[in-house]
């Protein structure tokens, strides 16, 4: 359990002589952005998730179907809007590689701005959304994260992908001490879910209790202190600056 605990703390409160230095909060911090973007996506416009591509493309088998309450115009919709995401992204990593302090800071400005933009849609359209809503915020918010993923698959910080967790809790599972392994980054990979769970469920409160575009305005307050904390680091020279 002590072990389990340093790793969780080192993970919030990380060294900056270590190889990723101050990303994993940030990290943590995204992952949290995610669960409240996707509970805003799933939970107003309908059975589509904007970051989480692994259900959009189950979502696009019940739609074809014929199961009720799945478009595939959407869940298709959401998938382009990703991928094209992660294209602008991976230009982004691919462009200042040489110093990833700059790499996020970039992603996170382009990421705000794209979240903030589907807030004022969601705000000024008003829920229940029509179609003239609805696709312009999937292809936001799919934009959104695209990037988010493709910035943190360049970073490449270990257990901290911030939109998939399939491969986090397989390895919680099968490092184990009781799988026979050596029981490393439970804390961390904790975490991470920790993140994601505490997104989607402030992001469901918020929805329910509050206003659909809530979550949104939660995520981009998120995204805007994440983007000045990777301003500040673009000045580091610190060697977890190293190039990519």
Request: no cysteine; net charge positive.
């Amino acid at each position: 359990m002590h072990a389990v605990l340093r790793d969780a703390w080192t993970t919030v409160v990380p060294d900056r002589r270590d190889r990723h230095g101050p990303l994993p909060p940030l990290m943590l911090a995204l992952t949290v952005v995610t669960g409240l973007v996707d509970a805003f996506s799933y939970l107003v416009l309908g059975h589509v998730f904007v970051a989480n591509m692994t259900g959009n493309v189950v979502f696009s088998g019940f739609a074809l179907a014929g199961a009720a309450g799945f478009s595939l115009v959407a869940s298709l919709a959401a998938l382009a809007a990703f991928a094209g995401g992660a294209l602008l992204g991976g230009r982004v990593a691919h462009g200042a590689r040489a110093h990833r302090g700059r790499v996020l800071h970039l992603a996170l400005v382009m990421e705000t701005a794209l979240v903030l933009a589907a807030y004022v849609v969601a705000q000024s359209a008003g829920a229940p959304y029509d179609d003239t809503a609805r696709y312009p915020l999937i292809a936001l918010l799919g934009l959104a994260m695209g990037v988010q993923n493709a910035a943190a698959r360049a970073l490449a910080v270990p257990d901290l992908t911030t939109t998939v967790l399939t491969l986090t809790i397989t390895g919680m599972a099968a490092d184990s001490r009781a799988a026979g392994g050596k029981g490393g980054k439970i804390g961390r990979r904790a975490l991470s879910v920790l993140a994601m769970f505490t997104g989607g469920l402030v992001g469901a409160l918020a929805v329910q209790h509050g206003s659909p575009a809530l979550p949104l305005l939660v995520a981009t307050l998120l995204l805007a202190a994440g983007t000045i904390v990777a301003f500040v680091l673009t000045r580091s020279d610190a060697a977890w600056t190293d190039p990519l």
